[in-house]
């Protein structure tokens, strides 16, 4: 479907189910509650919205069995909310309410000046107390394993107990970014993570919010004698 052809611009709002089928009625609701005139004004540069509906069939999960997903795209950074409820209509009154605060954000943003220092990677340590540990391997330290429970193999995945399982791969291409503009993106998604190729030392890296404001950054390196180690040949010659 498509924005009012008598408006400035036309902005296509695709409306897809995952593993679910989208009404009709649904699809109507979705251009009359995305007020595009609105959308347009906090950003010009908008092209297309894309609206996904999945439904979760466990009945535990009733009070957030409908999970809606907007993802804005523009010339822009993209700008994605989603909100689960009782209902699909309940849920797209949550995520819009999301997506147009976002928006002001981002809209804000743009016309003023951001009043605190930028934090280097190298500071985030004494601004950011208890970050997670890493061990000698860059892999973050974890709190000892409860009581082994039962786990069977579905794919290449291991699963524990009864689960529940929930799998989606995503794959993004990303240029580097400063630790400034990755906590900047992280915002406009709306997620308590992520993960960005830092332009200063060029390996991976993650950002994940703690409490209220705070925030935390993992960085990931290769420790040089691991990897000395795995390139050496599997045997060695014994000195007489």
């Known amino acids: 479907m498509r924005g009012d052809p008598g408006t400035e611009f036309c902005v296509d709002i695709v409306v897809k189910g995952r593993k679910t089928e989208v009404p009709e009625r649904f699809r109507k609701h979705v251009a009359e509650k995305l007020k595009l005139e609105k959308i347009q004004k906090l950003d010009g540069k908008v092209i297309s919205l894309d609206v996904e509906v999945s439904k979760e069939l466990n ?34 009154d949550l ?73 989606r791969e995503k794959t993004h291409v990303a240029s580097p970014m400063t630790l400034d503009q990755a906590l900047y993106e992280m915002e406009l998604v709306g997620h308590d993570f992520y993960l960005f190729v830092d332009s200063e030392t060029k390996e991976p890296s993650v950002v994940y919010r703690r409490h209220a404001y705070d925030y935390g950054v993992i960085h990931l390196s290769t420790d040089p004698m691991v990897a000395k180690a795995q390139q050496a040949p599997a045997g060695g010659a014994l000195g007489g």
Do not use: F, M, N, W
Not at 59 to 69: H, K, N, T
Not at 73 to 92: K, M, N, Q, T
Not at 104 to 133: C, F, L, N
């Open 59 to 92: 009945p535990r999960q009733a009070d957030r069995s409908d999970r809606v997903e907007i993802t804005l795209h523009s010339r822009g950074p993209v700008i994605r909310a989603e909100a689960a409820a009782s209902d699909a209509y309940a849920a797209l």
């Open 95 to 167: 995520a819009a309410d999301k997506l147009e605060a976002r928006l002001r954000k981002q809209h804000d943003k743009r016309y003023t000046r951001r009043g605190a220092r930028r934090i280097s990677a190298a500071e985030v340590a004494d601004h950011v107390p208890g970050a997670a540990t890493l061990d000698g391997k860059g892999s973050v330290v974890q709190d000892e394993a409860p009581e082994a429970v039962p786990t069977k193999k579905i794919g290449p995945l291991e699963v524990k107990g009864d689960g529940p399982l929930v799998v």
